[in-house]
């Protein structure tokens, strides 16, 4: 049994065929580009063949799992792009299912991860802040896709304006221009000779000791803790697994994350959160896509090593 496995993001589209016991038969990525749905099809028709099983795609949302729509904040030209049967066409015969993309790297770390747990939330901490569920060993989406989506949890009642028009969510302070944005104007400055500054430079900085950045992880890994613990205070979840390009800066914002749930933890089941790093990296999505496939087909999946 193979399926293929289809990660949307907003920036790159990756997509690998993987069998039933979870290896990786080959992978591919490609820039989104001025022609996303060229791309797609180009992708699809390279690695789709006989004996392909079912597809899983996650992608960047929002999402509409059931009406199989997507509407990717970075990709303009998808706003409420029928992306299921898109595939579909390209694939006649061949079941397809779409969840996040967040979903999916929860899944996937939950499946391959080797993280030994029986539930999940996975955080991917970037651009935005996304977020995914699996409860007792099954993706746990919600009524339209979007559960889990912890990036969209408010945690300033007085916080600013929210691309999604909210207020105060966590993506506003914990997603990697929001952090730049606030260091920017609390003073920090970058030599021009050392590029933009960006989360990667503001990473740098931190490790160099430059308070000001600091001061934005801190602020950043605190406003990650009030979000966690109000999830894993509704879902009696243990195991958090924090993937994506801000949560690449590693103990920069890990250890002063834990540090803030474990001064705020107060019941029992929230004191023994056990937070760690993505160990799938940028091939989460898409172990998790293929779980999806998997799944829909009626396997039943256990987390492996």
């Not at 039933?20 to 820039?31: I, N």
């Not at 304006?161 to 969510?169: I, K």
């Not at 933009?196 to 503001?202: K, M, N, Y």
């Not at 803030?260 to 004191?271: E, K, S």
Request: hydrophobic fraction near 50%; aromatic fraction near 4%.
């Amino acid at each position: 049994m193979t399926v293929l496995a289809l990660d949307i993001g907003g920036t790159k589209f990756a997509v690998a065929r993987v069998d039933a016991a979870g290896e990786l038969l080959d992978r591919a990525e490609h820039p989104v580009g001025q022609a996303p749905t060229a791309t797609l099809r180009g992708l699809v028709a390279d690695f789709a063949g006989p004996g392909l099983t079912g597809v899983g795609i996650g992608s960047a949302g929002p999402i509409d799992a059931a009406a199989g729509t997507v509407s990717p904040i970075n990709i303009p030209r998808w706003r409420g792009y029928r992306l299921v049967a898109a595939v579909q066409r390209l694939v006649p015969g061949v079941p397809v299912t779409l969840a996040g993309d967040a979903q999916c790297m929860a899944l996937g770390e939950w499946w391959r991860g080797g993280h030994d747990c029986g539930s999940l939330l996975g955080v991917v901490v970037s651009t935005g802040v996304g977020g995914g569920l699996v409860i007792d060993g099954r993706p746990w989406t919600g009524r339209t896709g979007n559960a889990g989506h912890i990036g969209h949890v408010i945690v300033d009642l007085d916080g600013e304006a929210c691309v999604c028009g909210a207020r105060g969510c966590l993506e506003t302070v914990a997603g990697g221009p929001s952090m730049v944005r606030w260091a920017l104007a609390q003073g920090w400055t970058l030599a021009p000779a050392t590029g933009r500054p960006d989360a990667r430079a503001l990473a740098a900085a931190a490790r160099g000791g430059a308070p000001i950045p600091l001061a934005a992880f801190r602020r950043a890994a605190g406003a990650l803790a009030t979000a966690v613990l109000n999830t894993a205070t509704v879902l009696d979840v243990r195991d958090v697994v924090i993937g994506g390009g801000v949560a690449a800066a590693g103990d920069l914002l890990l250890d002063p994350l834990r540090a803030a749930i474990a001064a705020r933890a107060g019941m029992p089941h929230l004191r023994d959160l056990r937070v760690s790093s993505t160990t799938l990296e940028r091939d989460a999505g898409l172990y998790g896509a293929a779980a999806l496939a998997l799944l829909a087909s009626g396997m039943t999946l256990r987390p492996t090593p």
